[in-house]
């Protein structure tokens, strides 16, 4: 079975600073893992994906994540917060093969402060 | 081009009454998928059809809900006498499903409150 733990339902950060967003996840077959940001009454929005191909993934507005076989992880970290990066963002995983659903994490609401 | 688009986007309704809500996929996407978000939660999956046919229903909760894609396109959720608990933000998303790495895009989301 597959599982998506994310690490801190709520992050505050200044804005400037290091985003650092956990994600954390259990699979019996290599992952993909995607990660998603949800904008207040909005739909999810995919900010990258790792698909086996490069470790270190870059996506949308900044962001990047890597993924880390040894340590089950894929955090997401942008070098520098922007008030408009404040949402909600969440991690999953799927299979690569089958029916390709996500499983996904309970998310992690950002706050950027002025 | 046009995104996923879902209707209503918010359906408010009473204990034990009927419910549907559709889904416009991509154009020219085959999959097709729709999850539930609780109140902070992340979303759950419920079904996947590829083309008309429902491939993977093993995330529906019970059978009260059903779902069906007739020519391929799209989408209905039909929940029948429907119950606090369902109320949910339900979200449809599509992919070409052509391989695994198919990125699945997701619509806004039909907010249903069951009062």
């Known amino acids: 079975a597959q599982s998506v733990t994310q690490l801190g339902s709520h992050v505050s950060v200044s804005e400037g600073a290091l985003v650092l967003l956990r994600c954390n996840y259990s699979s019996s077959v290599p992952p993909y893992l995607f990660w998603y940001v949800q904008y207040p009454n909005q739909g999810l929005q995919l900010l990258l994906k790792?698909?086996?191909?490069?470790?270190l993934v870059k996506g949308i507005n900044g962001f990047e994540a890597e993924f880390k076989k040894s340590e089950t992880s894929f955090h997401l970290t942008k070098p520098s917060a922007h008030m408009s990066d404040a949402a909600e963002y969440f991690c999953a995983v799927s299979k690569n093969s089958g029916t390709y659903k996500y499983i996904f994490g309970t998310g992690t609401r950002l706050k950027v402060l002025a | 081009g046009a995104g996923v688009s879902q209707t209503p986007s918010n359906k408010v309704t009473e204990k034990g009454k009927y419910v549907e809500l559709r889904c416009d996929p991509i154009?020219?996407?085959?999959?097709l998928y729709w999850y539930r978000q609780s109140l902070g939660q992340g979303p759950e999956f419920l079904i996947y059809?590829?083309?008309?046919?429902?491939?993977?229903d093993s995330g529906l909760p019970n059978d009260r809900f059903f779902a069906v894609r007739p020519e391929g396109s799209v989408s209905t959720l039909k929940i029948q006498r429907t119950e606090r608990g369902d109320s949910a933000v339900y979200l449809c998303?599509?992919?070409?499903?052509?391989?695994?790495?198919?990125?699945?895009?997701f619509g806004p989301g039909t907010r249903l409150t069951v009062l």
């Open positions: 154009s020219g996407h085959t999959a």
């Open positions: 790792y698909t086996s191909a490069a470790t």
């Open positions: 059809f590829q083309g008309t046919g429902a491939a993977d």
């Open positions: 998303a599509s992919s070409r499903a052509q391989t695994s790495t198919d990125t699945q895009y």
